[in-house]
């Protein structure tokens, strides 16, 4: 019997160690719903190359750290200090082509690719038991700086292509469309050029499981994948205009809760992007 | 050691438990909304039992492992129910109340239940509806009647009323109503109830609900079954869905209705 345990402690040892997934994060910065120590008003955000010792960093820590368990990454967002031009809380990774820098992104046309593997294990409910909502990953637009001068911004903002997120324990997709087919620059350039579409579940429901998820962009094209089983495709004449864009990935948690005491854990046990 | 090992493995079915399906039902192929306004399916439904938002309403027998609707107004209720509503929604797709059958496919529910309780008002019973075959127009026929969503009505009502069991149904007005005036709520009406031989009272009992081709069946206990097969249900064009529970048909402060399911099974072939 003593025996037949050691063997159980072993193998539990050896799983854990080969799950442990070592996310690269050279190309990431992360953003949390803390203030900066320096500037009280302002989102924490660390950027590469100091993200990499993110395990070192004590603000972090409550919101973004390394799960000992299964060596996941995992995000923990409550409504708090919130993000420039946002309602709700972040606790998520924003991509960085050039570490260190955010004006070094990428078009439809140059194209990319998210991969990841993660799973939503805890969420709030509201009064009534509707679970509140994350957003697990997106893919963000933003302006050159000639487009913003061009339209007369004073910032680099542009809306979100992509949204998913773990709603009740199914995956949503969400892309904007143009509220004008035929809008063209600078027009398109504008975020209330664009809304929402209705929205798309995928029928495979996560619940709290691992599952995967994979992004794919290129000129007029964007797939989501889960589970590498169900495929949403999107093109058309709103992808097709999209590719006036710069874009970059977000993945993490953005918790779309301003409820008291509300919070939610996202775990990624994965995460790599290619161009 | 030993009995560490033990008391680990005994553990383990506790641990596990919480998401576990349940035997007598799919609770993935139904939709659940209680009187707080409280709605779940699929993923969120299966996890009921870790749920504090369900339980005063839809929990298990502690002690015979039955499924226990209750049904009792709340303050601040978010529902949009005229009356005091518990119930499940068939979802031939977990999650999607747009996946509905038609009745050349037919279905089939079966059931074993027993209103526990229920609450009396200057002498009477209240009254709740157990289940319902609606009917629903599907998206082609939401489209071609040109209406922004779809439209429903029930075809069926199986009701606990006075101790015994009534069902209520819908008839066409008109026998000769055909094409879109099929799809109106003013082409059809309801027909005289039918009622169980036996009361049920507050026994525990089966009904079998069958729904194919011009045909509807309920059977109620061990009766022989009610039948209709006329040109109203051949005319009946709607998708199709069951649902089953504690429907309460009172909204009165002190209105309270429990009932218990042992089978809960619904087919289609």
């Known amino acids: 019997m003593i025996r037949k345990f050691t063997y159980i402690i072993i193998f539990t040892l050896l799983s854990v160690d080969l799950c442990a997934q070592t996310i690269d994060l050279k190309n990431w910065k992360i953003t949390i719903p803390a203030s900066r120590p320096d500037n009280p008003g302002k989102p924490m955000e660390v950027s590469p190359p100091e993200i990499l010792d993110f395990e070192g960093n004590e603000v972090l820590k409550p919101y973004f750290y390394k799960d000992p368990k299964d060596g996941a990454l995992v995000f923990y967002a409550e409504p708090a200090q919130t993000t420039r031009n946002t309602k709700y809380s972040r606790s998520e990774l924003r991509e960085?082509?050039?570490?260190?820098?955010?004006?070094?992104?990428?078009?439809?046309?140059?194209?990319?690719?998210?991969?990841?593997?993660?799973?939503?294990?805890?969420?709030?409910?509201?009064?009534?038991?509707?679970?509140?909502?994350?957003?697990?990953?997106?893919?963000?637009?933003?302006?050159?700086?000639?487009?913003?001068?061009?339209?007369?911004?004073?910032?680099?903002?542009?809306?979100?292509?992509?949204?998913?997120?773990?709603?009740?324990?199914?995956?949503?997709?969400?892309?904007?469309?143009?509220?004008?087919?035929?809008?063209?620059?600078?027009?398109?350039?504008?975020?209330?050029?664009?809304g929402d579409d209705k929205g798309r579940n995928f029928k495979e429901i996560v619940g709290t499981n691992k599952f995967t998820l994979e992004v794919n962009v290129s000129k007029g094209k964007m797939t989501i994948t889960l589970n590498d089983a169900e495929t949403f495709t999107y093109e058309g004449v709103d992808i097709d205009k999209w590719g006036v864009f710069e874009n970059y990935f977000k993945a993490g948690n953005y918790f779309q809760s301003r409820d008291e005491g509300s919070y939610a854990y996202v775990k990624y046990y994965e995460l790599e992007v290619s161009h | 050691?030993?009995?560490?090992?033990?008391?680990?493995?005994?553990?383990?079915?506790?641990?596990?438990?919480?998401?576990?399906?349940?035997?007598?039902?799919?609770?993935?192929?139904?939709?659940?909304?209680?009187?707080?306004?409280?709605?779940?399916?699929?993923?969120?439904?299966?996890?009921?039992?870790?749920?504090?938002?369900?339980?005063?309403?839809?929990?298990?027998?502690?002690?015979?492992?039955?499924?226990?609707?209750?049904?009792?107004?709340?303050?601040?209720?978010?529902?949009?129910?005229?009356?005091?509503?518990?119930?499940?929604?068939?979802?031939?797709?977990?999650?999607?109340?747009?996946?509905?059958?038609?009745?050349?496919?037919?279905?089939?529910?079966?059931?074993?239940?027993?209103?526990?309780?229920?609450?009396?008002?200057?002498?009477?019973?209240?009254?709740?509806?157990?289940?319902?075959?609606?009917?629903?127009?599907?998206?082609?026929?939401?489209?071609?009647?040109?209406?922004?969503?779809?439209?429903?009505?029930?075809?069926?009502?199986?009701?606990?009323?006075?101790?015994?069991?009534?069902?209520?149904?819908?008839?066409?007005?008109?026998?000769?109503?055909?094409?879109?005036?099929?799809?109106?709520?003013?082409?059809?009406?309801?027909?005289?109830?039918?009622?169980?031989?036996?009361?049920?009272?507050?026994?525990?009992?089966?009904?079998?609900?069958?729904?194919?081709?011009?045909?509807?069946?309920?059977r109620i206990a061990d009766e022989s079954p009610i039948v209709y097969r006329d040109t109203s249900v051949k005319q009946w064009y709607f998708e199709n869905y069951f649902t089953a529970g504690n429907y309460l048909q009172s909204k009165s402060e002190n209105a309270h209705s429990t009932v218990k399911y042992y089978y809960l099974k619904v087919t289609h072939d």
């Open chain 1, 96 to 194: 960085q082509m050039m570490p260190g820098k955010n004006n070094v992104n990428w078009t439809f046309e140059q194209g990319g690719r998210m991969r990841g593997t993660l799973s939503v294990p805890e969420v709030t409910q509201n009064d009534v038991g509707d679970y509140h909502r994350v957003i697990i990953m997106q893919i963000h637009g933003r302006l050159t700086n000639e487009q913003r001068d061009l339209i007369g911004e004073d910032d680099n903002n542009a809306p979100p292509i992509l949204k998913i997120y773990w709603d009740e324990g199914k995956v949503r997709v969400k892309t904007k469309i143009l509220k004008d087919k035929k809008a063209k620059v600078p027009e398109i350039l504008h975020e209330k050029a664009w």
């Open chain 2, 1 to 218: 050691m030993r009995k560490v090992i033990m008391f680990i493995f005994l553990l383990q079915p506790l641990l596990l438990s919480a998401q576990e399906p349940l035997d007598f039902m799919d609770i993935m192929n139904w939709k659940l909304e209680l009187p707080s306004g409280y709605k779940a399916s699929d993923w969120k439904l299966s996890n009921f039992r870790m749920d504090r938002f369900a339980k005063p309403f839809f929990y298990l027998d502690s002690i015979d492992g039955a499924l226990v609707m209750e049904a009792y107004p709340v303050k601040n209720t978010k529902s949009k129910a005229k009356y005091t509503r518990s119930t499940l929604r068939e979802q031939m797709q977990p999650g999607s109340s747009d996946v509905n059958w038609t009745m050349k496919e037919g279905g089939t529910l079966e059931a074993e239940l027993q209103v526990t309780r229920m609450s009396q008002e200057e002498g009477k019973y209240h009254k709740t509806i157990l289940f319902q075959l609606d009917g629903r127009t599907s998206e082609k026929q939401t489209q071609k009647l040109g209406l922004k969503k779809p439209f429903s009505i029930p075809l069926i009502k199986v009701i606990w009323e006075k101790e015994r069991i009534k069902i209520q149904r819908k008839v066409l007005k008109n026998e000769s109503t055909v094409g879109n005036e099929l799809f109106s709520k003013g082409a059809w009406e309801e027909d005289s109830p039918r009622y169980s031989n036996k009361k049920v009272g507050f026994d525990q009992f089966k009904v079998k609900i069958s729904a194919k081709k011009g045909k509807i069946e309920i």
